[in-house]
C-alpha cells in the first residue's frame, strides 16, 4: 500500500474477540499499516461486537440463521464488506464455513489464524488433538483461505513447545499468546505489499528467517 493509503480491513469473529482486539491495538499504536473499517458477526452476542463498540468501529450483525444456506449468507457478507470498501477479509475467530462464492468475491484476500500448526491438525479441538497424539511442538498458523478446512497457503507460523504437564487450557493459552503477535505481523506484511503467493508457497520479500533447529525436549 501507498504511504498515505492504509488497508482497509474487515474483521469477521463469531466469539469474543481477543484477535480482533490485537489488531485495534496495533492499529491504534500504528504498528501496522491498516484501519479496521467494519467488524463483522454472524453471533448477535458475541464480544468481539462489543470490543468494537468500544473501540469506535463500525460494527454489524449477520446473523447466519436469518439465511436460508450458506452461500446466501456468504452473499450477504460479501455485500456488506464491499460496500464497507474492505481491501483485506480477516477471520479471527469466525465459526463459519467459506464458501466458493466468498472467495471468488476477494481472491487471496482472505486471510486466517489457526491454533496448530499446518498442516497439522486441521479443524476443531486442535490442542486436544496435539496432546493426544503425543507431539512435541504445536503452535498457530496465519493463512489464505481456500476451498478447503485450514488448507490455504501458509503466510506466518508460531512455534510452541508442548510441555510435560500441559492441559488443554494451559496449551491453548500460550498458542493464544503468539496469536496476537503473528495475525498483527502478517496484516503488515501484506500491507507492505511484501507478500507474494506462487502455487502453495508463500513468498515473503526482504524476510529474516531463522535457521536454526527447534528440538523439545532440549538436547
Given at each position: 500500500?501507498s504511504?498515505n493509503?492504509?488497508?482497509k480491513?474487515?474483521v469477521?469473529?463469531s466469539?469474543?474477540?481477543?484477535?480482533?482486539?490485537?489488531?485495534?491495538?496495533?492499529?491504534?499504536?500504528q504498528?501496522i499499516d491498516?484501519?479496521?473499517?467494519l467488524?463483522l458477526?454472524?453471533?448477535?452476542?458475541?464480544?468481539a461486537?462489543?470490543?468494537a463498540?468500544?473501540a469506535?468501529?463500525?460494527?454489524?450483525?449477520v446473523?447466519?440463521?436469518?439465511?436460508a444456506?450458506?452461500?446466501?449468507f456468504?452473499q450477504?457478507?460479501?455485500?456488506?464488506?464491499?460496500?464497507a470498501?474492505?481491501d483485506?477479509v480477516v477471520?479471527a475467530?469466525?465459526?463459519?464455513?467459506?464458501?466458493?462464492?466468498?472467495?471468488a468475491?476477494?481472491?487471496?484476500r482472505?486471510?486466517?489464524?489457526?491454533?496448530?500448526?499446518?498442516p497439522?491438525?486441521p479443524?476443531?479441538?486442535?490442542?486436544?488433538?496435539?496432546?493426544?497424539y503425543?507431539a512435541?511442538f504445536a503452535g498457530c498458523?496465519?493463512?489464505?483461505?481456500d476451498?478447503?478446512?485450514?488448507?490455504?497457503?501458509i503466510?506466518i507460523?508460531a512455534?510452541?513447545?508442548?510441555?510435560?504437564?500441559?492441559?488443554?487450557?494451559?496449551l491453548?493459552?500460550r498458542?493464544?499468546?503468539q496469536e496476537?503477535?503473528?495475525?498483527?505481523q502478517?496484516?503488515?506484511?501484506?500491507?507492505?505489499?511484501?507478500?507474494?503467493?506462487?502455487g502453495?508457497?508463500?513468498?515473503?520479500?526482504?524476510a529474516?528467517n531463522?535457521?536454526?533447529?527447534?528440538?523439545?525436549p532440549?538436547?
Amino acid at each position: 500500500m501507498s504511504a498515505n493509503k492504509k488497508l482497509k480491513l474487515g474483521v469477521l469473529a463469531s466469539g469474543g474477540g481477543t484477535n480482533l482486539q490485537s489488531i485495534i491495538d496495533q492499529c491504534r499504536e500504528q504498528k501496522i499499516d491498516a484501519e479496521i473499517v467494519l467488524v463483522l458477526s454472524n453471533n448477535p452476542d458475541a464480544g468481539a461486537l462489543e470490543r468494537a463498540a468500544k473501540a469506535g468501529i463500525p460494527s454489524v450483525c449477520v446473523n447466519h440463521r436469518d439465511y436460508a444456506d450458506r452461500q446466501s449468507f456468504d452473499q450477504a457478507v460479501i455485500r456488506t464488506l464491499q460496500e464497507a470498501g474492505v481491501d483485506l477479509v480477516v477471520l479471527a475467530g469466525f465459526m463459519r464455513l467459506i464458501s466458493e462464492v466468498f472467495i471468488a468475491a476477494f481472491p487471496q484476500r482472505i486471510v486466517n489464524i489457526h491454533p496448530a500448526l499446518l498442516p497439522a491438525f486441521p479443524g476443531l479441538h486442535v490442542q486436544k488433538k496435539a496432546l493426544e497424539y503425543g507431539a512435541r511442538f504445536a503452535g498457530c498458523t496465519v493463512h489464505f483461505v481456500d476451498t478447503g478446512v485450514d488448507t490455504g497457503p501458509i503466510i506466518i507460523q508460531a512455534v510452541v513447545p508442548i510441555l510435560d504437564n500441559d492441559t488443554e487450557e494451559t496449551l491453548s493459552a500460550r498458542i493464544l499468546e503468539q496469536e496476537h503477535k503473528i495475525y498483527p505481523q502478517a496484516i503488515q506484511l501484506i500491507a507492505e505489499g511484501r507478500v507474494k503467493v506462487e502455487g502453495r508457497r508463500v513468498h515473503i520479500e526482504a524476510a529474516s528467517n531463522n535457521e536454526e533447529a527447534l528440538i523439545n525436549p532440549s538436547l
